[in-house]
């Protein structure tokens, strides 16, 4: 079935430094979605992508929807503590589902 | 943004019950509910997917007859464990998407634990 790899899959920063992630898959997605879960909660959607080529921002996030429509990009600048927790991309794998497939996740941890 | 609720956040049970979870869209009309179950760092695999008045549709693999959904209303779905063991540990989420948001926009709630002894 269809797959939605991240990477990377997991890495330590040091507070203030920037994060670059991203998630590829082997077929074509037209929306791509961001979450953030934190231990023991359900993932919280932090950005949202519809076209390809499309940048959009959420604060300090920043996601791309790539040109392929086969992968996407977070990146987390300035990060912060509570920036600790695992990301996932996500999204419908085929056209007129509103089923959505997850990413592996990247497990993120913040060095203060 | 939209809403929605999960109960218990928390379970424990002996091997060979059933468990009931619900999953509440508070503000608004869910037309579709999904549930999730997520293993201990890793991701989360869509269970199945269930429309208001009718029979959920199941992923490969997942048993229909030990994980009962039921979608009666606009705002409440279950799923219902039966006969766990503990293999069924897990945390299980469910989504919602229906008046809010954009129409495949699904928001999620917060988790159930469930811990089978």
């Known amino acids: 079935g269809q797959q939605l790899n991240q990477s990377p899959q997991s890495m330590f920063i040091q507070e203030g430094e920037d994060v670059s992630m991203n998630c590829t898959s082997s077929?074509?997605?037209?929306?791509w979605l961001w979450y953030k879960q934190d231990p023991g909660e359900g993932p919280v959607l932090l950005i949202a992508?519809?076209?390809?080529?499309e940048l959009t921002s959420n604060g300090r996030l920043t996601a791309q929807f790539g040109i392929t429509r086969k992968d996407s990009f977070l990146n987390i600048s300035a990060s912060i503590p509570s920036d600790v927790g695992i990301y996932f991309c996500a999204g419908p794998p085929t056209s007129g589902t509103y089923k959505y497939i997850f990413g592996t996740g990247t497990r993120l941890k913040v060095l203060a | 943004g939209a809403v929605v609720s999960q109960h218990p956040s928390r379970v424990i049970c002996k091997s060979g019950t059933s468990v009931k979870i619900e999953c509440r869209s508070l503000d608004f009309q869910a037309t579709t509910m999904f549930w999730y179950r997520q293993f201990p760092k890793k991701s989360l695999m869509l269970m199945a997917t269930?429309?208001?008045?009718?029979?959920?549709?199941?992923e490969q693999g997942v048993e229909k007859d030990k994980f009962l959904i039921n979608h009666a209303s606009l705002t409440l779905s279950t799923l219902t464990v039966t006969s766990a063991h503990p293999e069924d540990s897990s945390f299980y989420i469910c989504?919602?998407?229906?008046?809010?948001?954009?129409?495949?926009?699904?928001?999620f709630g917060p988790g159930t634990r469930l811990t089978v002894l």
């Open positions: 269930s429309n208001e008045g009718s029979k959920a549709t199941y």
């Open positions: 992508l519809y076209k390809a080529g």
């Open positions: 989504s919602a998407r229906g008046t809010r948001g954009r129409f495949d926009e699904q928001f």
């Open positions: 077929s074509i997605f037209n929306t």
